[in-house]
């Protein structure tokens, strides 16, 4: 492994037309995980100039039947959720408005066939939701536990969001991007050698005056942001195409997953190809990328290494996961092998089997929609949200080990 490169990740905001088809599966996760705790949804959402779509697989009690009739109010209540999820996040634009957008409504119940591969029934354990690789993984980079560069592109944004939604940079629109180019040392983050942040603005501030304080904004953002030894040599783009009035769904249609590697770990480490947002927790697309970050993260925070991958496989109605492999990258203090079989011997963890760690995490709850933008890891457990960020697992692992 090289000790002395430079790596580069991006981060897209809550207003990029992807994220807000994101925010908008995940918000219908929500609202039918809310009627039925054991709902079954695989919700995708297209997003365009003034209009939104639905399409999807669902399945779950007070919500649709087998012959795919709604109960009563349920239709209202997506097309509010849809049109709430666009309001919370601002656009109020001729092109993209929460109020007058065109909303079409295409989910149907889940597939029988897939039902009963996935349902348990008799000696038959709840089996996984499709076949994948799954990915997680963890790093001292960070307080967090995260990739530098990723985290930094989050917080750039979150903070951009938050002054647009407080009315500190009102010239804001939703849709931005960020990027960040870090210089490594010795595996250590030295310097921030490029930014690049693109951000959709109100009339005018591509010019003059305005382009000047709009870049004097986002430049004191960033030093709000990343340590000051970081900005020593740093280059900035900021806005490097000129103008960015037009943006969000009205200027690039938006797709539900097609963020995976803004939601996981801006390209540090491998992506079984799965995205999450719009799925229940019987699919281990999204489960178990959870479980496997909260290892990882847990291998991380015990000490028992400074960087740690994690991946897991499973088969479509199958229970028990077909493999566990564990690469902590020549900085684990014992043996990856040995930290694979303490894993398996953690009893709460259930086998690592879908409904071991649905119940282990408890994710059977309305908890995802907040997911859905700056990214599903390196986030603070609170309550019921973000439970695979805990590191209570730290004592079980030194244990089994």
Known sequence: MRANYLFTSESVSEGHPDKVSDQISDAIVDLFLSKDPEARVACETLTTTQKVVLAGEIRGKGIMDESGN?????????????RQV???IGYEQDGFHWKTLNFSNYLHPQSAHIA?????????????????????????????????????????????????????????QPDAKSQVTLRYEGSIPVAATAIVVSTQ???????????????AYVKKVVADV??????????????????????????????????????????AAPHGGGAFSGKDPTKVDRSAAYIT???????????????????????IGVSKPLSLYVDT???????????????MKIEALGGLTPRGIRTHLQLNKPIYR????????????????????KTDLVDALKAAL
């Open 329 to 343: 990258h020549e900085t684990g203090t014992v043996g990856d092998d040995a930290i694979e079989a303490a894993i």
């Open 70 to 82: 709604w109960a009563p109010g349920v239709e209202q209540e997506i097309e509010d959720t849809v």
């Open 293 to 315: 970050r909260y290892l990882a993260k847990n291998i991380v925070a015990a000490g028992l290494a400074t960087r740690c991958t994690i991946q897991l496989a499973y088969a």
């Open 116 to 172: 009963q591969g996935v349902d348990a029934s008799g000696n038959k354990d709840e089996g996984a939701g499709d076949q994948g690789i799954m990915f997680g993984y963890a790093t001292d980079e960070t307080p967090d536990l995260m990739p530098a560069t990723l985290y930094y592109s989050h917080k750039i944004l979150e903070r951009m969001a938050a002054d647009r939604h407080s009315g500190a940079a009102s010239f804001l």
């Open 226 to 267: 990343l340590p000051a030894h970081l900005l020593t040599e740093t280059e900035y783009h900021i806005n490097p195409t000129g103008s960015f009035e037009i943006g969000g769904p009205d200027g690039d249609a938006g797709l539900t997953g097609r963020k995976i590697i803004v939601d996981t770990y801006g390209g």
């Open 86 to 88: 666009v309001k919370d």
């Open 201 to 215: 603005h109100a009339k005018g501030y591509d010019e003059g005056a305005n382009e000047a304080a709009l870049h």
């Open 370 to 389: 907040k997911t859905a933008a700056y990214g599903h890891f390196g986030r603070k457990a609170e309550g019921d949200f973000f439970p695979w960020e």
